[in-house]
């Protein structure tokens, strides 16, 4: 075998192992659902992990309502709440989980941690309380439709 052929076989390999990385990360690790939901197939501690962001999730918004029903007191409590579910709370994300999600269960997560940041500076900013509570409402309509088409099992 002549060093040619060995690094045109070399490259043929790198192309193919390039395109299943780009296929898993694209598709994740996926099965159709018996709910006509995609069912993401985790490792047990995975699928903790991910319930667990989730319901940091939900209780942030939690936060930022009941922050938001008191403008006079609670606005720093909602900024707060708001802020610790921004992209900080993406930023530790092992990439091991990150490649068995699909794309558009990723897209959707990391729009939410950007938001969050956003409200959270919109609440800095006074923003008026019906124009915050817009923003929530986009905020929570995403959650509603990723928790509609996926479904995290603990299969692996």
Known sequence: MTARSVGVAAIVLWVLSAVV???IFVKGWTTPGTDGRTEIVLAPVERDLIL????DLLKAVHGVVTGLSDPAQGMKEAERAARAAGMSMAADVDPAIMMKLPLPFKQMGMSVHQDMDQLANAIAQKEEPAKLL??????????TTC????RLSAGR
Do not use: N
Request: proline content about 0%; overall charge positive; charged content about 25%.
């Open 147 to 150: 928790h509609d088409l996926y």
């Open 52 to 55: 667990g962001e989730m319901r």
């Open 21 to 23: 990385v780009g296929w």
């Open 134 to 143: 817009s923003r929530v409402s986009s905020i929570t309509a995403r959650c």
